[in-house]
């Protein structure tokens, strides 16, 4: 299963950007979808997830400020970035992330299997 993300970018604090992340060889709809993200010398974190029910769930640090969204009819997965601080700087990746019983998603990965990502700088 592979994925493609875009949509990054350099924005200054404060700024906005919308990622999108689309399945290149299956299709997305059934499937919960997680964005990660990985800064320079540190380990890759989650950032939110969407289940294939449509619920969302989202770090601390990103709440109120990030939303992920889904378009099953165009196969891609979307997070909206707003109010982003310079600690947001990474680079984006979606991938499977596991379900619960409560048609929830969980941030953790199914796998560790990565697409390119998309760069995100956010510096004035």
């Known amino acids: 299963l592979q994925f493609v993300e875009s949509g990054g970018g350099l924005v200054q604090p404060g700024g906005s950007l919308r990622l999108s992340c689309v399945a290149t060889e299956f299709t997305l709809d059934g499937y919960h979808i997680g964005w990660f993200r990985q800064a320079p010398g540190k380990e890759r974190e989650a950032v939110s997830c969407?289940?294939?029910?449509?619920?969302?769930t989202y770090v601390d640090s990103v709440k109120g400020r990030f939303t992920v969204s889904r378009d099953n009819s165009k196969n891609m997965v979307f997070l909206e970035m707003n109010s982003l601080k310079p600690e947001d700087t990474a680079t984006y990746y979606c991938?499977?992330?596991?379900?619960?019983?409560?048609?929830?998603?969980?941030?953790?990965?199914?796998?560790?299997?990565w697409g390119p990502g998309t760069q995100v700088t956010v510096s004035s």
């Open positions: 991938t499977l992330v596991p379900g619960t019983p409560q048609q929830m998603c969980r941030l953790i990965p199914v796998d560790d299997v």
């Open positions: 969407i289940s294939h029910f449509g619920y969302t």
